[in-house]
């Protein structure tokens, strides 16, 4: 091989880590500023086509009786109800600057994705009661509802599941109680639930005649 065909071979090698260099820090900015769909929202990320996300007025209606717990009251006492509202506040607009948001909190992805339910969803996959000022509210865990909030289908554990129903855990919460949040200090999983728990009470065995 000649000097000029060395020459050649080496600003080829050159480019090529340049390029390459370059597609590597255009895949890390893409990351870092990526809206993450959360993990109980299949719609949000192309999971099975076809669950609606109902809100949880149509929620609430079958979860609002002390006897089987008062889902609805636990969430309305929540932090999780108070969720999009939050963001109104002078304080979260304070945290916002500070962590370099430009705009209204309310309006602005990078805090409005963890603080409303079905977070860059597709109108189409909202139902006519579903409302974003409702916060994190029940399908934010659970995943979009209209296909397993029939009573019917709520009794069938499996059949709810295959219907969109989500069982939530620890990774399910960490999707937006993680380091990227402003305020965040720490996320014990155990204790935040213990604070929302919303079991369904056990039937009480009939007294023996």
């Known amino acids: ?18 390029v390459a ?104 996959m909202l139902g006519e009661k579903f409302k974003m000022e409702d916060g994190v509210q029940c399908e934010a865990c659970h995943g979009p509802g209209a296909d397993y909030k029939a009573i019917k289908t709520m009794k069938d554990k499996k059949a709810a599941i295959d219907a969109g129903l989500v069982i939530p855990d620890e990774k399910t919460c960490r999707t937006c109680h993680n380091e990227q949040a402003p305020t965040f200090k720490g996320f014990d999983f155990k204790e935040r639930l213990s604070k929302i728990v919303h079991k369904r009470p056990a039937k009480k065995e009939a007294p023996a005649k």
């Open 1 to 18: 091989m000649n000097e000029e065909e060395l020459t050649l071979v080496k600003r080829t090698f050159m480019w090529g880590v340049v």
């Open 21 to 124: 260099a370059v597609a590597l820090a255009v895949f890390f900015i893409a990351q870092a500023f990526a809206v993450p769909a959360s993990a109980a929202d299949p719609a949000a990320k192309g999971g099975p086509a076809g669950h609606k996300f109902v809100g949880v007025a149509t929620c609430g209606m079958c979860h609002k009786s002390e006897a089987t717990g008062n889902q609805l009251k636990v969430w309305q006492e929540s932090k999780h109800a108070k969720a999009f509202a939050t963001l109104g506040t002078k304080e979260a607009k304070a945290i916002a600057e500070k962590a370099g948001v430009k705009g209204d909190p309310q309006k602005e992805p990078q805090c409005v994705k963890c603080h409303v339910t079905a977070f860059g969803v597709d109108a189409s």
